[in-house]
């Protein structure tokens, strides 16, 4: 044996490693410690050992949540649960400290201890079905062994040789049952000729005695390791906070409070809006924002109000959210602000200054904004720089003010007479000074708040003094995501995919950059490490890596590329300052998303001032080098676009705070001075990706030649601007950049090829009327150059119209040109490179909500777009048209592309390019917001490939991280076994199988010749589906009524095999209907009028009623012309299950949109499409929904296969089902299962399906 002892830090997860720990959880260690030491005497038993042990880790750790108690024969066990029928998580095996010869060492475990560990390990394997055992631990109270059961299952347990010996010791099978016989012939040899390494984690408890008793507190963070690696997150392995972004909830609603806002449910979906008429305070932001906008008239005064919604109302409410967002954003930045120089200057409470007595109203906040941070502190005002002297000269353009606030109001111009209350559950219930105090002033209230919490740039291994909830810039970027999002489909991604996503795709545009540059042909990323790289050389290739998020949002994803270069840098090797020397005694990582710096101790980096009020020298150099490798990154390989402008606003404030988190003092102002921040704005841009006027492929390399300005004198004004120091330089260099984008805009629309034919059309008119000589005669017969003069006209009408629409359609107001507004990625002679990747999520709106700009996504997006199609479609062909050759692409889009009918186009283009991996997380919740199902494709832009890799994802819970995951259950897929009726991610078995169900069968779709149709959609079911008193009585008062009265089935009635049961009917009311021969039904349905009413074509803003649609208000909403069919005999199929569930219904039965019919009769059919080949073909070729159900659309059951049978066969079949039937007719319950293996085995031979494949149908 191989014995590797490691110190309770080196054991811990990395990532819970740097989670701090509360002060109560340390004294509460501290504690219990003092408390159990003395208890121990060396001589008592061991019990009396154990007891002591158990109440030591109950109260520090266990009591609340987990049993912590003997089992069996086991000394004794954490459980799982609350209580003891959970299963054991770890086993203890103590000894008393006096029994030293039964005791493991760090040099033996060849001693009883050990073996009776392992004799408890297979116990709890075998007796008890236990597969959850996480460790096992020995301990004598003072030292500690503990072994992860991992180790334990794959040494010992699954030892082939080791378990039959157990089993046959156990089954009586050897001279005798005697432990000691397992423990000295099997288990003492077997150990003894073992050659595996054995890690384990050691520790002696006694080495804590003098820190745990030593009143001061200051070394208390040594006890860190100690109490987390007895905690359950580390022993019953519980999953770590794994996302840095998780949303804290209660900071979440009061922030929600304090702006003004609330979050509420709506049609299945969380919605941020503002608080409900009876609910608003005065005193919150919003309010107060939207009463001075109203008050002071200047709301009015805006220039185009049109781009903040469609009414008043929805426009007054974005500009006061807008104004908002941005006052918040800059208080959130200076908190994050705040608590870094506290923590650059020892704790110093004097650098702290958003609180009530520094800043009491809104006009000294403005000051703030503008006289301090805006300025430099030699250019303040005497007063303002004694009074905020430590706050920092930051330089950037987030205290700028806005073009909005300009034009609108500032935030000194709000009421600071105003209060707001303090919410129920506030944090500040736990503050002294606001605990018997009901409301307070605004600003008062929101500094209160935020001093209640941690704010952090990052995770911190350290104890937490005051049990402040840690805040830290993912989590505030979640939230106004949040914010934002609730109106643009957006959807936070969680942090441990934007890390898989970056790290995966940068790492290959990475080497893709080397392989191009160098003539390389590095296969991946380990490849390139292996190469002799120069270091300034491989920098300047790794800082031409364009990235860009075109649906940008929060600026998450463009954080986790900033983190992942950092890394490629240091992974490489090629890490440096400024002088070339390179940070090579530290480790940079990746830890939970966040860029985590760690020195050889594995101890994370700090920026921190010596008592001299300078760092140390090494620290001021890798502080420095972190803080200008993160600016060169931000400024020349990210880039952003976004159509929300507040979306912009919080991307640029992350990418700011990402700076913060390494600003420093400068050398050259005797440390007293912050670096200022440099001007990233400029690559976060607004505007809607999708649209553009100028395409990306034109020839313009003549337009540049026509300027008075060149393309280098615009690529050096934007490097120029992100490097300018002063407000002058910048709003100076951005009209410069304003006026270049200008005359470059207005030289490509009068090349524009329309501008040039209608000028050809107009000079061919005028001539059209010149058609007489000088001696009065016609040189062309009049009727033609009448005829003529009228084509033409139309002609220049048509262009006219096509020009007018491009120039004055709302639409296009926000259109970005990617033609020029990055010059990062055009060449010297002005055409369009593309990005090296495109990375993103972008939003998922559905087609309805795409009406006034469907007819230019379909001249746009010729490739992908139909008349269903979700936007996020448009978005992967847009991803891929702004990427370069051989770049790379990945997105997390919904899985439906790949099944659905508006994915059709979509998946025929894929097919032509180099698909490089999918990843579907079928039904499993990766958004907290809502129910959507998605995957990662990632694709390379090149021709396609033979196979491509997918994996289907069952589990959000990964033990070595996602990337491991993947790679441990990824399979191929071959390129040409894609179907454009949709797309199944099977292994080749599957796919082998499936090939071979087609071939010996008809689908049903063709089998019934189409007869496939969804069941009614009404449109508001409230209305038209109605009970069995409804029905009596409207029939009652109208015998006419009862001819439109159906029996009717929701989804959830239809059971397998079972015969209806009518609990509902439906007023069918159908397209051309004499409402007036029913008038009972009309008066009945008047109750719901507003409700029913068709939702006008042209309409703006909410409506109350029914979709658009040319049916009546009484009408239901589908014109179903297939309406005959429902009153025939059919089968009806479910369409939300987890197995088939069909039925036969011959009683007329109409049926909702959540059921589709099959016009057929046939048990035959019925049979079929119940079995379990069936069920196989579903799971691989339908969406699938959460909870393990499956989507059964008309699309995918038209897929079923239905095999070719002699009459003989069927007959056989239909008596199976009719024998079902009859058993389900008098008892629902009945257990039918025989019988329906029957019908199983009979279909598994009509398609002469062999063991194996029969095997792979049943899971097996």
């Known amino acids: 044996m191989q014995l590797t002892a490691r110190t309770p830090a080196k054991s811990l997860d990395r990532v819970y490693a740097l989670q701090p720990a509360t002060r109560d959880q340390i004294e509460r260690l501290k504690t219990s410690y003092l408390k159990l030491l003395p208890l121990i005497n060396e001589k008592e038993s061991e019990e009396n050992v154990k007891d002591h042990l158990m109440d030591f880790l109950k109260e520090v750790y266990y009591r609340d949540a987990h049993v912590v108690a003997p089992k069996g024969k086991t000394d004794f066990v954490i459980h799982l649960g609350k209580d003891a029928t959970t299963q054991a ?61 991992a180790l334990i299952d794959r040494l010992f347990y699954r030892n082939a040789h080791l378990t039959k010996e157990y089993k046959a010791w156990a089954t009586g099978q050897k001279v005798s049952k005697n432990n000691d016989l397992f423990y000295n012939e099997i288990i003492k ?38 109490y987390k690696i007895l905690s359950p997150t580390h022993l019953l392995k519980l999953p770590t906070a794994t996302d840095s972004n998780r949303l804290n909830p209660k900071f979440y609603s009061e922030l929600l409070h304090l702006i003004g806002l609330e979050e509420v449910k709506e049609g299945g979906k969380k919605v941020i809006r503002r608080k409900e008429a009876g609910k608003r305070d005065e005193g919150s932001l919003l309010e107060n924002t939207l009463i001075e906008l109203d008050s002071s008239g200047k709301f009015y005064q805006l220039h185009d109000r049109s781009q903040y919604g469609a009414t008043t109302d929805e426009q007054l409410f974005s500009v006061a959210l807008e104004l908002c967002i941005t006052w918040v954003n800059r208080i959130l930045f200076l908190k994050l602000l705040e608590s870094q120089l506290v923590k650059y200057h020892g704790g110093n409470k004097d650098y702290t200054f958003l609180n009530r007595e520094t800043i009491p109203d809104f006009d000294e906040l403005n000051k703030l904004f503008f006289r301090v941070l805006a300025r430099k502190p030699s250019e303040r005002q005497a007063s303002i720089q004694t009074k905020f002297g430590r706050v ?32 129920r559950n506030s944090v500040l219930s736990d503050n002294p000074a606001y605990k018997n105090t009901k409301e307070v002033s605004t600003l008062a209230y929101l500094f209160a708040f935020l001093d209640a919490y941690d704010f952090a740039s990052e995770s911190r291994e350290e104890i937490q003094e005051k049990n402040r909830t840690l805040i830290n810039a993912s989590v505030l970027g979640l939230i106004f995501e949040k914010i934002n999002g609730y109106k643009d489909g957006s959807f936070y991604t969680p942090g441990f995919i934007t890390e898989y996503m970056c790290r995966e795709t940068i790492r290959k545009a990475v080497v893709q950059k080397f392989n191009d540059a160098k003539g390389w042909d590095c296969k991946d990323f380990a490849n390139l490490e292996n190469k002799d790289l120069d270091r300034a050389e491989a920098n300047t290739l790794i800082n031409e890596v364009r990235i860009c998020d075109p649906a940008v949002g929060s600026g998450h994803f463009l954080v986790s590329a900033l983190n992942e270069l950092i890394a490629v840098k240091s992974d490489l090797g090629i890490l440096q300052d400024a002088t070339g020397k390179r940070i090579k005694d530290y480790t940079v990582s990746i830890l939970n998303d966040e860029l985590i710096v760690q020195d050889e101790d594995e101890t994370p980096f700090q920026y921190v001032l010596q008592a001299t009020g300078k760092p140390t020298a090494e620290r001021q150099r890798v502080q420095k080098t972190l803080f200008h490798e993160k600016q060169t990154i931000i400024e020349n390989c990210l880039f952003g676009v976004d159509i929300n402008p507040n979306s912009v606003k919080i991307c640029r404030l992350r990418l700011w705070i990402e700076l913060l988190k390494n600003a420093y003092y400068t050398d050259e102002s005797g440390f007293m001075e912050l670096e200022t921040l440099p001007n990233i704005d400029i690559n976060i841009k607004q505007g809607n990706s999708l649209l553009s006027k100028f395409s990306l492929t034109e020839d313009l390399s003549d337009v540049f030649k026509k300027q008075k300005f060149s393309l280098r004198t615009y690529k050096d004004a934007v490097t120029a601007y992100k490097d300018a120091k002063t407000k002058d330089a910048k709003a100076e260099l951005q009209r410069f950049i304003n006026e270049i984008k200008s005359q470059f805009r207005e030289t490509v629309i009068n090349r524009d090829p329309r501008r040039k034919k209608l000028a050809t059309l107009r000079g061919q008119r005028m001539l059209l009327d010149n058609n007489v000589d000088v001696f009065g005669n016609f040189i062309k017969d009049p009727k033609l150059v009448a005829a003529e003069i009228t084509r033409t006209e139309k002609l220049i009408e048509q262009i006219e119209n ?102 059709l186009n979509l998946r025929k283009w894929l ?218 005999s059919k089968i009806v199929v479910p369409a939300i299950i987890k197995r088939p569930s069909n039925l036969l219904d011959t009683s007329g039965c109409y049926s909702n949109d959540k059921t589709t019919i099959v016009a057929t009769d046939s048990k035959f059919v019925l049979g079929i499409m119940n079995c379990k080949v069936t069920d196989f073909v579903m799971q691989q070729i339908s969406s699938t929904k959460q909870g393990g159900y499956f989507e059964y659309k008309p699309v995918y059951i038209s897929q079923i296969p239905i095999p070719y049978a002699i009459d003989f066969r069927k007959k056989q079949i239909e008596k199976l089902v009719t024998e079902i039937q009859l058993a389900k007719s008098v008892d629902s319950t009945a257990d039918t299962s025989a019988l329906e293996a029957e019908i199983d085995q009979l279909v598994y031979g009509l398609y002469g399906l062999t063991e194996e494949e029969i095997a792979v149908i049943e899971g097996k």
């Open 189 to 226: 040899p077997f150990l003894a000729e073992l050659t595996a390494e054995i890690p384990f984690t050691y520790f002696d408890i006694r080495d804590y005695q003098k820190i745990v008793a030593d009143a001061d507190k200051v070394n208390d963070k040594a006890l860190l390791s100690l």
């Open 89 to 149: 998580g770890v086993l203890f095996e103590v000894k008393r400290p006096a029994n030293k010869g039964e005791m493991i060492t760090r040099q033996n475990l060849n001693v009883k201890a050990f073996h009776e560990l392992l004799l408890y390990y297979f116990q709890e394997r075998q007796r008890s079905q236990n597969s959850d055992i996480r460790h096992c631990v020995i301990t004598n109270v003072f030292e500690w062994f503990i072994f992860d059961a």
């Open 911 to 1128: 097919k032509t390019l180099a698909i490089e991996q999918i990843a579907d997380f079928g039904d499993l919740p990766v958004f907290d917001e809502a129910i959507t199902y998605p995957s990662i494709l990632s694709v390379r832009n090149a021709p396609a490939s033979e196979l491509f890799q997918a994996v289907m994802i069952d589990t959000l819970n990964y033990t070595n991280g996602l990337t491991t995951y993947i790679q441990a259950n990824r399979f191929d897929i071959l390129n040409e076994s894609l179907q454009d009726e949709g797309w199944q991610l099977t292994n080749v078995a599957k796919l082998q199988l499936i090939a071979k169900l087609r071939v010996g069968s008809k689908t049903l779709g063709d089998y019934m010749d189409g007869k496939i149709y969804r069941g009614v959609l009404t449109g508001l079911n409230e209305a038209f589906v109605i009970d069995r008193a409804t029905k009596d009585q409207l029939i009652a008062e109208n015998p006419s009524s009862a001819e439109i009265i159906k029996p009717f089935l929701a989804g959830r009635d239809v059971k397998r095999y079972q015969t209806p049961i009518i609990e509902k009917y439906i007023i069918f009311t159908r397209r051309g209907i004499c409402i007036n021969e029913y008038p009972a039904i009309l008066n009945y349905l008047e109750s719901f009028k507003e409700r029913l009413m068709p939702c006008p074509k042209d309409w703006k803003g909410e409506w109350k009623g029914r979709k658009q649609g040319t049916y009546k208000w009484y009408e239901i909403q589908d014109a179903v012309d297939y309406y005959k069919e429902f009153e025939s």
């Open 392 to 423: 920092p000269y930051l330089n950037s353009s987030l205290f700028e003010t806005t073009e909005l606030e300009n034009d609108s109001i500032g935030v000194n111009q709000l009421d600071n007479g105003l209060t707001l209350p303090i919410l």
């Open 802 to 903: 096509e020009i007018a629409d491009i120039e004055n359609n709302a639409l296009y107001r926000g259109s970005f040109e990617w033609r020029f507004e990055f010059p990062e990625i055009l060449n010297e002679k002005g055409d369009f490179i593309g990005f090296d990747a495109i990375i993103g999520n972008p939003p998922y709106i559905r087609q309805e909500e795409l009406v006034e700009s469907k007819t230019l996504l379909k001249k746009d997006f010729p490739k992908t777009y139909t008349g269903t199609a979700d936007l996020y479609v448009m978005f992967v062909e847009h991803g891929l048209r702004i990427l370069r050759p051989k770049g790379h692409f990945v997105f997390i889009i919904p899985n439906k592309w790949m099944r659905a009918g508006y994915g």
